[in-house]
């Protein structure tokens, strides 16, 4: 079956722009989870989702930084007024309830 | 807060050794803890998933085992091979839901 996608793949983006990043899970998984990896550094929790729900919104940087997510389905992650530091790779991963994660491939963004 | 520690950072073994990655984990209340491996500009694979009810598990020429006493995980790789060079990261799922910790992760070599 289909795995987790995301879209798009690569994002360059002006700094103050806003961006939109989207992930579509396996079809059937209930937890679906954002994380961020720096150039050269480990990865971020941002935030994750049970259904449409997002118990915990702590990983979150900033309040520049929001996620939703609809139909117990596809989430999308955005960044407003988006800064340097923001570049990074944004990964996002599905599961079953709270069981094995599979990951997408990745959005990298870039803001210059 | 949990942390989670790989070491070695990096390891270089010539084709055919069996090795040992270690993964350490400072909160033992934790739900699973879950092994992947990442090339070089790719997303996550997923390799082993241990329940924290379980003390090990095995995938070809994977096994991971977990002592949450000590709060350990290794991953055992046997006859490695160089298409195992990869970086390899755990992570210990939290028991209030959702948020994973992943160490930042060791970068396996196999020579040849």
């Known amino acids: 079956g289909a795995g987790v996608s995301q879209s798009p793949s690569n994002k360059v983006t002006e700094k103050g722009k806003d961006v939109e990043l989207r992930c579509d899970p396996i079809?059937?998984?209930?937890?679906l989870y954002w994380y961020r990896q720096s150039l050269g550094q480990g990865l971020e929790f941002l935030i994750y989702f049970q259904g449409n729900s997002a118990p915990d919104k702590s990983g979150l940087p900033s309040d520049r930084f929001s996620a939703e997510r609809t139909g117990g389905s596809v989430s999308t992650l955005t960044i407003q007024r988006t800064q340097q530091e923001d570049s990074a790779v944004y990964l996002c991963a599905s599961s079953l309830s709270w069981g094995e994660q599979y990951f997408g491939p990745g959005t990298r963004l870039t803001v210059t | 807060k949990q942390e989670v520690t790989q070491i070695p950072a990096a390891l270089s073994v010539p084709e055919g050794e069996n090795l040992v990655l270690n993964c350490s984990f400072t909160d033992s209340a934790i739900y699973n803890l879950q092994w992947f491996r990442q090339d070089p500009g790719k997303g996550l694979t997923s390799l082993l998933l241990i329940q924290s009810s379980q003390r090990e598990q095995t995938s070809g020429r994977l096994n991971a085992s977990l002592d949450k006493s000590s709060g350990r995980s290794t991953l055992y790789i046997a006859a490695s091979q160089p298409g195992d060079s990869a970086t390899y990261l755990c992570?210990?799922?939290?028991?209030?839901?959702?948020?994973?910790?992943f160490g930042d992760g060791t970068t396996l070599t196999v020579k040849p």
């Open positions: 992570a210990a799922g939290n028991t209030n839901a959702g948020k994973s910790t």
């Open positions: 079809s059937g998984h209930t937890a």
